[in-house]
């Protein structure tokens, strides 16, 4: 994820170009840098650091003009150095570029744009598109139909925006999957990610959807479709926020934020590129023995993984939590160190991987942070590109590094022949189907969920049952709980409560059971015997469950029906929204709860 900003006015736009950006900084931080338009061509400064240290040795606001872009950096191809900042230029210098997304095809553009002679300068995937942009200028003599010439060319997500010596007093941008909201000022029209870029100078604002382009100049703007480029009618939206509720997309708290955001981040996984899936499984299905290894949420993450590789690829892969790793593991030159982390410095799953390469095992790791020491130290990183968690609970970030793990156990599974070439391609279609499963569940969902936790928000001691893969959501769900509600809630496998727990159950001993569909007759039927057992003692059970309304439950929540490949995932998304309702009613500081931080560097 990167902030993006673009100014067309009729007067010098250097100071309000830079307040744009710096209004950007939580969307990405790793480098910043800006394009004028100024009567010699197009002037780029850019630069690693955040932006009062980019601006520090740039000097930002010196270039004077009236258009201009600026952008600030969250890498995901590519490593955080002054080349692979954006913006990026095309070979003759004449367009400019800042994008938000990813470029799936980019390696195969390259490819192309190098063989017809055109020289890259950056590692990243942007770069590919003023180049394109400059190739179809050359055919058409005409900004515009090269634009749209370009976006048949691109495939991945973006928002993007470009200045071009072509045509100064204009900037063009596009949305497809990532945010892109124009603002409406007097004199001078805006561009950005985010509202919260430009809201000190208008608030008047034009929201561009998937598929849409614009044009700005200062006085006017025109959106158009990218497929058939006609012209679309869009009313000018007043907002009211504040500043600082804009800054969370106007949502009250950044983890309400990163919940919605993972229709998106969902999608982002599923389109890293295959290749990478691939190199992950092949080195799975050659190790003699994989460990999934993670902490907190990195855990659970391992071990809703660890169900999907037994069920999917027929291969049982240990579960280690990082700071126990060294206490238990039986490390070799065969064996592969696979860990998921957030941030990528997590010190437990950091030690964890040097002394597993230390006893020569090879690694690899999910993680979000690009450059971060776990990317740069594992054989394989795989960047999942989720965006700036700013919360201190892992949400979006979670739910990725699960697609990607569930990606990866589907390819093993083929290559184990665990899967047929059949039900392999159906799980990859249900698989496409989970972004507007969390969708539905966000749209339809909240408001019950938020009900019951309303209700029940005083309630101190809480389990969380499920069983197979439902266990694993159900214990991450519960860490979510303890967290930000500061309520005792202990995530269990259904049978095993039976083997002690069982005792705890009264009326003030709440339970929340993650349901399986009852597709799945035995874990389902074990599960509801479970529910029973509760109810038996006078405990309360909160249903989270999919099919018709069931008067076991005390209180339910009624998920879609979906695939069961699928199906935990929008339970997980339910367990975070029952958290975060329940900490809102108590009152918790929800972005940064006691005793926590985001990112743990210490033993
Ligand atoms: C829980 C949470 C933590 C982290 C854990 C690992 O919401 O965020 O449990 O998951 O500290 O952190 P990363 O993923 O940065 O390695």
Redesign the pocket.
Known sequence: MCGIVGIVSNSNISDRLFRCIKNLEYRGYDSCGLAMLTPSGIEVRKNVGSVDDVNAVEHLTEPQGSTGLAHTRWATHGGVTQINSHPHLSGDGAFAVIHNGIISNYRELKEELSASGHTFVSQTDTEVIPHVLQDEFEKEQDVERAMFKTFKRLKGTYAFAFVTTHAPRQIFCARKESPLVLGIGQNSTFLASDINSFIEYTRDIVILNDDEYAIISDDTYAIKHVQTGERINRKVQHITWSAAAAQKGGFPTFMLKEIHEQPGTVKTALNIPQEEITTLARMIHDSERTYLV?????YYVSLTAHYYFAQLAGKFLPVVSSDEFEYSAEVNERTLFLC???????YD?LKALRFAKKRGAKSAAVVNVVGSSISREVDHAIMQSSGPEIC???TK??ISQMVVLLRTALEVGRLNDTLSEEQYQTHQHELQQLPDGIQWVLNRRLSRIQEIANAHAPIKNWLFLGRGVYMAIGMEAA??MK?VTYQHAEGMAGGFMKHGTISLIDKEMFTQVFVPPASQTDLYESTMSNVEEVKARGGFVVGFHFGASDPKFNAEVIFPDVPPLIAPLLQLVGGQLFAYYSAVKLGRNIDKPRSLAK??TVA
């Open positions: 993670g902490v907190g949420t990195t998921c982390s957030q941030s990528g410095e997590t799953t201190v609970l892992s970030a979670a860490l979510k967290e990112s743990v």
